[in-house]
């Protein structure tokens, strides 16, 4: 068996489900074998460039699958030029295919990943659907929230699915908020079926899975951690832009924030650093302090920083341009989330219906 898990448009949670179907396949199968065929976001290794998303994969799951084969092209910059004045399609399906047929081996079922909406890749000759035709696939799509405009989507995509001669099996709707769930579950579930496709899950919204950790804050904002090595998986929900008077801002530290402000404001960081010590039934603290400017806290308030367990992140750039980058941020599951991890596996397999899908799979 192979699947194909496309989407309808890019963060609609394909890298969440693959997760959560590999784990629940797992339990289920022998031998799961995944690769992304296609992948944008990429890091270098051994001389290899390899998607996040398949690195995350091979770390967490440990397939019997070369780390090579589970991501044979990542688009560098310039890679669409490049093959537009120049163009080898024939190329780029003998990596795809060779590595595939490497990685199906002696494998129950393969996951594939696709890349962004359906048509993404057609500027080089491979889009999702061709890639899913190529491959033998059988495609599981993932929409986002609400009635209308997933089944809009989904129909838009499938579309595109079908005139590649790829078999849609089912959608998933993903990011429902709680309190729609229900509404929602039943009127996507009659308004597919309507349209001849099966509803395999609705996955509620969970705010850890789109929040992203101090310890990618670190990363992708190029910082010097200063203390709370410990904290680095803390969730951000919201952030705090450290302009305002102290008293003010006791209002606003709370569980899962994060608090940008220069390092010479020192009266801000002590205030942050009492709402942690003293702590408060809003339990635990914030998440962590950015310290913007490039000028660290003094010795004594330094210390007081080493006493709590919430990370503080010293970098050279202004409040405002670190917060508008952290706003503009695309979050991304990494090997080190072990509890976004978990969380994407029990969303899955409490809301998704593997079962009907292998069904589907094995028809």
Do not use: W
């Not at 044979?72 to 190329?91: C, G, K, L, V, W």
């Amino acid at each position: 068996m192979r699947v194909y898990i496309g989407a309808t448009r890019q963060n609609d949670g394909k890298t969440i489900t693959c997760l959560g179907l590999i784990s629940a396949f797992k339990r289920r199968l022998e031998k799961v074998g995944y690769t992304k065929p296609v992948g944008q976001r990429y890091v270098d290794i051994d001389g290899a460039k390899i998607d996040e998303d398949a690195l995350l994969v091979k770390t967490v799951y440990e397939p019997d699958c070369e780390i090579r084969d589970m991501s044979p092209i990542a688009i560098p910059r310039h890679f669409t030029e490049n093959y537009i004045d120049s163009p080898h399609r024939e190329e780029l399906i003998d990596t795809i295919t060779t590595a595939f047929n490497r990685v199906r081996v002696g494998k129950n079922i393969v996951v594939v990943e696709g890349t962004g909406h359906a048509g993404v890749g057609s500027v080089f000759d491979l889009s999702n659907g061709d890639v899913a035709a190529l491959l033998g696939c059988k495609v599981v799509l993932i929409a986002s929230g609400g009635i209308g405009r997933p089944i809009d989507e989904i129909m838009l995509n499938k579309a595109m699915f079908d005139a590649a001669g790829v078999t849609v099996v089912g959608a998933i709707v993903n990011k429902v908020e709680d309190e729609k769930y229900e509404k929602v579950k039943r009127y996507v579930r009659l308004g597919l079926e309507r349209k001849g496709v099966d509803l395999l899950g609705v996955m509620p919204y969970r705010s850890a899975l789109s929040s992203p950790t101090i310890g990618q804050l670190l990363e992708d904002i190029d910082g010097k951690l200063l203390s709370g090595n410990d904290g680095l998986q803390n969730n951000v929900e919201k952030m705090v832009i450290g302009a305002m008077p102290p008293h003010q801002a006791l209002d606003y530290l709370t569980k899962g924030a994060l608090l940008i402000t220069p390092g010479t404001r020192e009266d801000l960081i002590l205030t942050a650093i009492s709402s942690c010590l003293v702590g408060s039934d809003r339990d635990p603290s914030i998440a962590g302090m950015i310290l913007t400017g490039g000028t660290p806290p003094q010795h004594n308030v330094a210390k007081l920083l080493d006493r709590i367990a919430v990370p503080s992140i010293l970098v050279e750039e202004d409040t405002y341009s670190v917060a508008s980058r952290i706003a503009k941020l695309i979050v991304k599951i990494r090997p080190g989330d072990f509890q976004k991890i978990s969380t994407a596996e029990e969303i899955v397999d409490e809301y998704v219906d593997v079962d009907r899908l292998l069904e589907k799979l094995h028809d």
